[in-house]
């Protein structure tokens, strides 16, 4: 097994715990039913150190190019949910709440996209 592909499972490994830990610490302190708050908080800040670590490991190369591996590929992709994110919208839809869906997709996708964007003009 190559050094990358290990990178990526012990980082995809690390995500997904993460990613359920995050998930029940917010349904414990704050549950709904309504909105898929903890959902989006993973891709909030999922996307926000994506941007840091871009900056940090393509651009100042900080970091090793192998922690892209373990950082970027693995953990990240383990710990945000856009597929989680398609399935809650679906959901909503097929509840018969279409604004709730249309406004959670709207508040995901510019506060995701604006948390990326400071990332990188935090690591900068």
């Known amino acids: 097994m190559s050094l990358q ?3 990526v499972a012990i980082g995809g490994a690390t995500g997904a715990l993460g990613r359920y830990g995050v ?13 898929p708050t903890a ?13 840091v670590l871009y900056v940090i490991i393509t651009e100042k190369s900080v970091l090793h190019p192998d922690s ?16 989680t994110f398609s399935l809650e919208t679906v959901a909503l839809l097929e509840s018969g709440r279409p604004m709730l869906a249309l406004s959670y997709v709207f508040f995901t996708l510019v506060s995701c996209i ?10 900068r």
């Open 114 to 123: 604006v948390g990326c964007w400071l990332g990188i003009q935090l690591a």
């Open 23 to 35: 998930s029940r610490l917010v349904t414990s302190v704050a549950p709904s039913h309504a909105w």
């Open 68 to 83: 892209r591996h373990i950082l970027m590929v693995g953990f990240l992709g383990a710990f945000t949910t856009f597929s």
């Open 39 to 51: 959902t989006m908080l993973v891709n909030l800040l999922g996307s926000t150190l994506i941007g």
């Open 5 to 7: 592909i290990l990178l």
